[in-house]
């Protein structure tokens, strides 16, 4: 029988990787499937209400403008560490660090380049789902403590829906979860 503490940690580590995976999700370009898979998450953010009400208003071509102007290049806030790493390039030497770290363990290729941050974020949720706490730390502080502060500054900044706002929000508090070893569960 487990005790309730037992059940909290086990619950807030499914919460954890859920989150991962959500952040992932909600960077892919928006398609007609997108609200309704949103509203079927597991992991239902309390600012998620305003952003899907907002979402639901729109036509999904201006969401998916709005995608295409923040990430898509030239964008203003490319989702790409080599974009901010190395002078605005794409598949940089962080991508091909990636790329090494991912087969080690065993990762198959997307097709989306290594740096891309769902493509980090699906990695972190594996991690997790590993029961990897110190890979998944020093993962988080190699792979993105050096760039992702400006991204979320610039998606914060420059994102004119609720939800890409929010995105941002739910990304910082992962990444200091994960690099707050008291935070982890």
Do not use: K
């Not at 807030?12 to 309704?36: G, H, N, V």
């Not at 988080?140 to 979320?152: I, S």
Request: charged share 20%; hydrophobic share 45%.
């Amino acid at each position: 029988m487990s005790s309730p503490a037992t059940e909290a940690a086990s619950a807030a580590a499914s919460d954890i990787l859920a989150t991962w995976r959500f952040c992932a999700m909600a960077l892919a370009e928006p398609d007609d499937e997108s609200l309704d898979l949103l509203q079927e998450q597991p992991c239902q953010p309390l600012w998620l209400a305003a952003a899907l009400r907002e979402l639901s208003a729109l036509p999904l071509d201006a969401w998916q403008g709005e995608h295409t102007r923040l990430f898509t290049f030239p964008a203003l806030c490319p989702p790409f560490a080599s974009a901010y790493l190395e002078e605005g390039t794409l598949n940089g030497h962080r991508a091909a660090a990636l790329e090494r770290f991912y087969g080690e363990l065993g990762l198959l290729p997307t097709g989306l380049p290594a740096d891309y941050l769902g493509t980090i974020c699906e990695c972190a949720a594996f991690l997790r789902e590993q029961g990897e706490p110190e890979v998944l730390q020093g993962f988080c502080q190699d792979t993105l403590g050096d760039w992702l502060d400006r991204f979320l500054g610039d998606l914060t900044a420059q994102s004119e829906l609720l939800f890409y706002r929010g995105l941002a929000q739910e990304l910082a508090g992962l990444v200091y979860a994960c690099l707050t070893p008291e935070l982890q569960t």
